[in-house]
């Protein structure tokens, strides 16, 4: 126990009594989970199922993803909100449960280190008797979070450990918190092409940035520029590396009142911007890798 006293003295600033980062294994509700806490005081926390990132706070403790106070939290059971991870599939593009299985699945904590300014923990998931029998394909997926300096950066590393090649598609299911949906602005998607799959056709994006009136659920194919959300006077800034492809969601009030593991207004409160590699699959010879990260910076 430090024997710090209890007023600070005139001349010492909290900051430089800053705590040390560090990654500590805690319960979230119940789940095993790794809470990261970086020398600045943000601080991320990661659930050993599915690797999913459940919150991300900044130094002033504000949180910045949305999490349903509806979840359900159970073993193979989706939880709504945070950052699921989106692999071997994306939705039901192929025969696999609906998003693949790595977000129902137990990763295995294989690292956490803390640095002066951050706070990392890398989690693994390979293929078991369970995988082999929906997805016949040898994988390693290692999953990196690192929080710290007010930005979150995820990272999800796929190696082809078998002998023949394997196809995935893949996303982060980023549900960024918002004050109010109908607020949002999101730029960068600009002049895209994107499929519309509630009305199931393809359009370009308008020229303008893009806004939230209602439920939405569009793939943005090419989109490697950065992205900028602004909600009233939050601001998170965007950047993705290896996935090339975006997704923007809202269930909208029909939807969202369909969703037994979110509030009927839980809609209002939440964007999905996701970083994807839908459009086309990536494709591993054995003993290839795959990266692709997704950065987020909170600017205000
Ligand atoms: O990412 C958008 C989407 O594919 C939507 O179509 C909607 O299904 C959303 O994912 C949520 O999916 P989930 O299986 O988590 O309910």
Known sequence: MSDLPSALPADVSADSLAVPSRAC????????AIELLAADGSQATVLLQGAQVVSWKTSGGHERLYLSDRAAY?????????????????????PLPR????????????LVESGPDDAMAVMRLSDDAASLGIWPHRFCAELTVRVGGNRLDVELAVTNTGDTALSFSAALHTYHRVADVAQVELSGLQRLR??????????????????IEGEIDRIYFNATRPLKLVVADSVT?????????AVVWNPGPAQCAGLVDMPADGY????????????????????DEWVGRQSLVANT
């Open 194 to 211: 994107y499929a519309d799959c509630l009305r199931k056709t393809e359009q370009v994006d308008a020229a303008s940035a893009l806004q």
């Open 268 to 287: 209002r409160r939440m964007v999905c911007v996701e970083a994807a590699v839908i459009g086309t699959p990536v494709r591993l010879a054995p003993a």
């Open 25 to 32: 294994p805690v319960q979230f509700l119940g789940q095993p």
């Open 74 to 94: 159970a073993p193979g059971q989706a939880v709504r909100g945070g950052i699921p991870v989106i692999f071997p599939q994306f939705g039901q593009r192929g």
């Open 99 to 110: 998003h693949g299985f790595a977000r129902t699945s137990l990763w295995e904590l294989a």
């Open 237 to 245: 800034d965007i950047h993705s590396e290896g996935f090339v492809d």
